[in-house]
């Protein structure tokens, strides 16, 4: 079967459906298995790793298919802004569903961070709050409503049926209204998506195998720093909170929220104050002239590596490169302020047999009061990353 336009960058969308597929299926098993209650929710992981090693796999296949997805869909807005979509006016519902659709993404990391509810997943719990607070005027009352109607049930619920319902409502619109006019529909358009997405499966199957969560203890325990430099999906969540160790008060809060909240808005709305520039003829300017080729002097400096490449393969090596490079900008950060986390770690202090158990709330659950350190930023995100030193 041939694959139209056999282009591996313009198949990011493709592959980010076909991973969500892969995270619905999963999610669907680890669901038969999960007991959504305080005191029993990290027991029940603990079986699967202990009773139910099949199970096991498909749950660390689900975590690391979230990493997996949230780059896809990175890549995809990467090549979809390069392409200036955004100036179709055809496009511009498209695009706004496609940016809208990084909020229920977010919102399945939240939840999916928690749900485990092994010490991990309990503070990231109690940090949630905290970043709502930083909210202009509902802030605070939505902070208190957080943790005041926090349970495990509902994040469930949340996690199950409100997301998936919102993601698919956008997906409906972003993608499969579009695919479904084509020739062959969605079946068609998986079919030949699934080749290109087959590596990626084999990585993520790879990956689960040998890097799975250490949910074993006390029969396994990790080291308190296991887990630096391991990719994870979280990392996408922790950008968010990683200004709280470098800065202090509103700077802080201007890194951690209002510059990312004001870039979400200018993405969102981008496309409704562009508009495409036409030449005499009426033809778009950017359909009648290549992009290369605007800049004299960049056109002069490159011409001997497209002499030697040739205009095709030069066209699809300066491709790649653009793309390469953004990708290394937008990622790179990430990396740099993330890569120390301590993903694995925290089973190896918080267990039976330091006489703290995983997946039982402490005594100052939700009480700011009893422990004023639940609502210090710096120092909950400072644990996260050097528990070894701030503790």
Not at 116 to 144: A, K
């Amino acid at each position: 079967m041939k694959i139209k336009q056999a282009h591996w960058h313009h198949f990011f969308g493709g592959v980010a459906l076909l991973l969500l597929i892969i995270q619905i299926l999963s999610g669907s098993v680890l669901t038969m298995f999960y007991d959504p209650h305080l005191n029993e929710a990290y027991a029940s992981v603990q079986k699967i790793y202990n009773e139910l090693s099949v199970v096991a796999w498909i749950r660390d296949t689900h975590r690391w298919a979230a990493l997996f997805l949230m780059v896809a869909v990175i890549m995809h807005f990467i090549r979809s802004f390069l392409r200036k979509d955004y100036l179709n006016r055809d496009s511009k519902t498209l695009w706004l569903t496609g940016i809208l659709l990084y909020l229920p993404m977010l919102g399945f990391l939240f939840t999916g961070v928690i749900l485990p509810w092994e010490w991990r997943g309990y503070w990231f719990m109690e940090m949630v709050p905290n970043y709502v607070y930083e909210l202009p005027l509902i802030g605070p009352s939505l902070s208190d409503f957080l943790i005041s109607a926090f349970t495990l049930n509902r994040t469930l619920v949340m996690h199950v049926c409100i997301l998936p319902a919102v993601t698919l409502v956008l997906m409906g619109i972003h993608t499969f209204t579009r695919v479904m006019k084509r020739t062959g529909g969605l079946t068609l358009y998986v079919l030949e998506h699934t080749p290109l997405t087959l590596p990626f499966l084999l990585a993520i199957a790879v990956l689960a195998y040998a890097l799975p969560m250490p949910s074993q203890d006390p029969a396994i325990i990790p080291m308190p720093l296991d887990g630096e430099n391991i990719p994870t999906a979280e990392w996408f969540i922790l950008i968010f909170y990683v200004p709280y160790l470098y800065f202090k008060g509103f700077m802080a809060t201007l890194f951690a929220f209002y510059i990312p909240v004001i870039i979400f808005l200018v993405l969102a709305i981008f496309p409704y104050f562009t508009r495409r520039r036409r030449g005499k003829s009426g033809r778009n300017i950017e359909q009648e002239t290549h992009p290369i080729e605007r800049s004299g002097a960049f056109t002069k400096i490159m011409a001997p590596f497209q002499k030697a490449l040739g205009a095709r393969a030069y066209a699809k090596t300066l491709a790649f490169l653009t793309v390469f490079l953004v990708s290394m900008v937008l990622f790179g950060p990430l990396y740099a302020v993330s890569h120390k986390s301590p993903t694995y770690g925290c089973n190896s202090c918080h267990n039976i047999t330091a006489g703290l158990r995983l997946g039982l709330p402490p005594a100052t659950f939700k009480d700011r009061v009893m422990n004023p350190n639940l609502k210090d930023n710096t120092f909950m995100v400072g644990h996260w990353f050097y528990p070894q030193v701030i503790w």
